[in-house]
């Protein structure tokens, strides 16, 4: 994969860039938004994490770029994870410092093959284009949550880390499209997709 | 405001309410018995002198050598000019019931008005008060039924008046004292809110801070491994690193606890919970059983109800020998959960278990840091609700009740 990172601490820019690297990705370092934007413009890359706090720039402007050259962007911040990060609808994914390597590259893969997939599945009537991380058309959604909903729908175990957070902000967006339609619990059976009256 | 501060103000303002009234009401109760014990005097007096006060008493008196001398003034019952301010009537009544007024000075009366009331008055007996500024006594003598009444508008209306102002005043005092307290509540908790304002500044910020060293010394021995291949120390770094980030987390958590105020299916959440624990009790060898009924709903902070929840079963699949049960009941208004796990710890009361940083005998050799539990009881606590930690026959019990 082609990688950018976005880092403000450079420890860390040269910690991941190894391990990623050595992993055999291409990987191209940036500290700042300025910098960021400029190899954004000179070059595709299949994936970019770039750190919320990002000095001199503006975030949303440069996922705006990124997004311009279909590359998705997973986001990292110092905030608590919560369903209202995930309401900002910045990115394709959001991740909380500290985070592990694993975890890290799992997602990085996890938003490049959804990219570059071409999905679409049914929600009960609103269509989920997994491609362009869209609900109903308009609604911004994340990897994981496409996850836990495909999962849902399917009727398979949802991934238990942080499933609450994601079921109640798949709710949230959920009800932008359709107040009716929310994934509930359902006794012996697990989480539904249910629509109520 | 601080609910502290709150709690200050409504105390105090408790206190001076309490002692005012006490005060006034005493003031008040000694004024009025003054009046009425004046009243009785005179009506004593009236009956003494049978029925009706000499007013052929000279205003003068002789002292000792002979001399005539204007009598000494007084109020009340003692005053020379008794005879001639009094407004009274007296009625006698006849074995028979039959009344006849013996003396009669009064105006807001007429005489069959007169004995209508004291007919009436010598069922009732004894002294009182009657018409709001008539004071009576009710005398039984040789069979026959003696009643006096005297006004006494005179000396009751300032005492109304005291009455009034000093509800008014106390009205008025209660305000002025909520004012001052409010005021002077706001500085002396100040410094109070301010500490606790930092406090939970530098537990976020520090919180926010410690993460992407974190991330930086974690990413780092992966590297090392990856270069070198995994050792006992890049192990160690990256045990150290989930610990310490464990750590951080919670405790930067301690700092937000934002207790909303929707209805949460407690239900589902316990369901949820107890649904995706029970494959870790499985995987452990350990039996996991549930009972939760359906339908139980609580006003609060539905994150903050769904961490409690899972903090408290996470709690049991680490330290559960052989058997684990979680249980939501509704009783009585009140919402119950019980979570209970087969433990070594001997028999006794386990409260100290919601403590910061403390941990059991049965931890050795268990992950954790102390700080799970004590979560628990900040968000309970935040709820309103009640905890216990106990272990009853080998079993650990853990009881919320919101």
Redesign the interface.
Known sequence: MKILLALP?R??LS??G??LT??GNEVTCAFDAIQAARFSSDKRFDAALVDRSLPRGDLRALTELLHESKTPVVVVT?D?F??ELLMRAEAESYM??????PDLTETLLGVTEKASSGRVFDVCGIAVDVSKFLMGGSVKMTNEEIDVLEAVCEGRPVP?RR???YV?SINAKMARIDPARRI??V?GE??RVRVTE | MNKVRKKFIIYAMAAVFVLLTALLAVINVINFSAVADDADRITASIVRAGGELGRDEAPFRKDERGDMRRRDAAIGPESPELPFSARYFTVKFTPEGNGEIVSFNISAYTEEEAITTASSLAKRGGCGFVDTYYRYRVTKENGETVVTVIDQSRELAPSYRILKISAVGEAICLAVCLAFLIFISRRLFKPIEDADRREKQFLAEAEREFMVPLTVIGANAEAIERTHGPDERTQSINRQVKKMTEITKKIGALTVFPVGEERCDLSAIAAGIADSASHGFAEAGVAFGSDIDAGVVVTGDSVSLRKAVRETLDNAAKFAKERAFVSLKEEGGRVSLTVSNGTTLPDGNYDRAFDRFTRFENAAGVEGDGLGLSFVKDIVKAHNGRLSAAVENGVFILRITL
């Open positions: 601490d420890d860390l910690g991941l190894d391990i050595l992993d110092k608590r919560s369903a909380t410092y500290p985070f592990l390597v238990p499933r609450e957070i109640a509930e619990y006794a697990g989480y």
